[in-house]
């Protein structure tokens, strides 16, 4: 702990989450008392040294209580993901973090670290080595990103009236104990329904866990020490480039599973994840479509940025190398055994029939059908105008679902005779005010 750092404790929402589960541990290792805002108790994480207050982030007074004697705020919370009403976004990830920022205000604490991400810059574009300077506003059907992106500006308005506050934007947080993420791609690989876009290169510069963590201490540190990196948000990144592609293959390869070559075209892509999204609220479908237009944009586009800001100042050095983490992951996965990746099924399964209904049609249109009939010319080589092409894909695809609706095996129909060609939906994070998942290359919120 810094010299001169108040002995009160630091509150902190977000530690059931993969990322504030980490951020946690740090604190508690490098000598800072926590307290714990959670709706329920954590019997695991007080065990761990942390003191507990129970408080939800709709709930003001629950927050005043939690902030009472608190010299800082760590804010890790957040609804992630990328479907379902915007509402549901903005009372989490919006009105929670001005009801966290009104508790720490009035209750003294004048520091607030915000974790916020760079979706709450994305707004479908590439973003090749951007720096903070790069402005956008998400557009309202990327629900995840615009309430972190409002959220974020929030918390940045609030320094400078008798608070100083920043916000940590870390980009695809990966490394041991991925609780959603990884068994998703794994359980996906297993059963071969693994599939990732073709074209790029699609750039990225994911973060490591504990380098994630640990700017979250440099920033409490910096605030704590001075105004100069308050008010300012920070991109968070290892510094090593990589193709999402390679990059997913890696991470196969430290569970000990083949890579997967990618065959979707990006414009098939993108066309079935409008069309998956329609047909969702067409059929009034419960859960998440098996891709959404978000997530097949960050899928195909290249998305690092320039780290200069955080290493300036905040000191931020990324200490763990890409292959180092690689390593690391692949021991812990070996130490764990084979037991925690069936977790994941039972999502892949929901609403299995219309999804893979869905997918099947496609892959009809983009697999082997694709190669034959349209080669590397496109529609016009194949005779097929654009217009009619896109006509053809909407009649499989709206076949496909309604066959779906009506017909519970259908799933099982296509794949047999097609091969399923969904890729992986998005990930999805911890309960609503709780946890946050920072990370998900395929289906990321770019995190």
Aim: charged share 20%.
């Amino acid at each position: 702990m810094s010299a001169g750092t108040p002995d009160a404790p630091v509150l902190l929402t977000g530690a059931t989450g993969y990322v504030g589960r980490r951020v946690l541990e740090l604190l508690l290792e490098a000598g800072y008392r926590v307290r714990l805002l959670s709706r329920r108790p954590v019997p695991e994480l007080a065990a761990l040294g942390a003191e507990s207050a129970p408080g939800d982030l709709a709930d003001r007074d629950s927050l005043a209580r939690a902030a009472q004697g608190t010299w800082a705020a760590v804010h890790c919370a957040a609804k992630t993901g990328v479907w379902g009403p915007l509402s549901e976004y903005l009372s989490v990830n919006l009105e929670g973090t001005r009801n966290m920022l009104r508790a720490a205000r009035e209750a003294g604490a004048g520091i607030f670290v915000y974790t916020s991400s760079p979706s709450a810059v994305y707004d479908g574009r590439d973003m090749n080595g951007v720096d903070e300077g790069w402005e956008a506003l998400p557009p309202e059907r990327f629900r995840y990103a615009r309430s972190k992106a409002l959220a974020e500006r929030e918390v940045l308005a609030a320094a400078g009236h008798g608070m100083r506050t920043l916000a940590l934007r870390p980009h695809l947080v990966w490394g041991p104990r991925d609780p959603h993420f990884l068994p998703r791609i794994v359980a996906m690989r297993r059963a071969g329904r693994l599939r990732l876009f073709k074209g790029g290169p699609y750039q990225v510069d994911p973060t490591y866990i504990d380098d994630a963590a640990r700017a979250h201490l440099l920033a409490l540190e910096s605030l704590a020490g001075s105004e100069c990196a308050s008010g300012k948000a920070f991109f968070l990144g290892q510094g090593e480039r990589v193709d999402s592609r390679d990059f997913i293959n890696r991470l196969l390869a430290a569970a000990g599973l083949d890579p997967v070559v990618p065959s979707v075209p990006p414009a098939l892509g993108r066309l079935g994840a409008r069309l998956a999204e329609g047909a969702w609220k067409l059929f009034r479908r419960k859960g998440e479509p098996p891709v959404t237009y978000f997530t097949a944009l960050q899928l195909t586009t290249s998305h690092w940025f320039d780290l200069s800001r955080a290493r300036e100042l905040l000191g931020y050095v990324p200490e763990v190398s890409q292959a180092e983490g690689m390593r690391r992951l692949s021991e812990s996965l070996a130490e764990a055994g084979d037991g925690n990746w069936g977790e994941a099924l039972p999502e892949l399964r929901r609403g299995s029939a219309l999804a893979e209904g869905f997918s099947g049609p496609c892959a009809m249109l983009h697999g082997r059908w694709w190669a034959r009939n349209c080669g590397a010319s496109g529609w016009h080589e194949s005779g097929i105008s654009p217009a009619s092409g896109l006509c053809l894909v909407g009649v499989w695809v709206v076949s496909g679902l309604c066959l779906a609706s009506v017909w519970p095996a259908s799933g099982r129909f296509w794949e047999e005779r097609f091969g399923a060609q969904m890729h992986a939906a998005n990930v999805k994070g911890a309960p609503l005010g709780e946890g946050t998942q920072e990370f998900g290359p395929v289906g990321l919120p770019i995190e």
